[in-house]
């Protein structure tokens, strides 16, 4: 995505309460991630991941979409592929609620 590195940052990654652990280095990162206009944006560290999960299928047009677009959500998914990027319920709150993160 073009951003710099900000520090490297070491966790143990294990599944689930698994008894098998790995030692994983990873990046940190500071991004920005806003509305289309960038009227609003909220900027927040990450951590690097090759693959966060497997191909995801995009969101298809239904009866609920004129719902969406009442509340001026647009839906920009239109093909299927990777994540880029996982936000926790502490980002998309700022992001839904248009509040200005403190970071």
Known sequence: M?????????????????????????SEYRIQVGNLNKKYVCNF??????????????????????????FEIDLHDTKDGPIDVLIGADIAGKLFYRKKSRY
């Open 2 to 26: 073009g951003y710099e590195s900000l520090r490297e940052e070491t966790l143990i990654h294990a599944l689930f309460g698994g008894s098998e652990s790995e030692v994983v280095k990873h």
């Open 45 to 70: 560290n990450v951590l690097d991941q090759p693959v966060i999960c497997s191909n995801v299928t995009c969101i298809k047009e239904g009866p609920w979409t004129s719902e969406l677009k009442h």
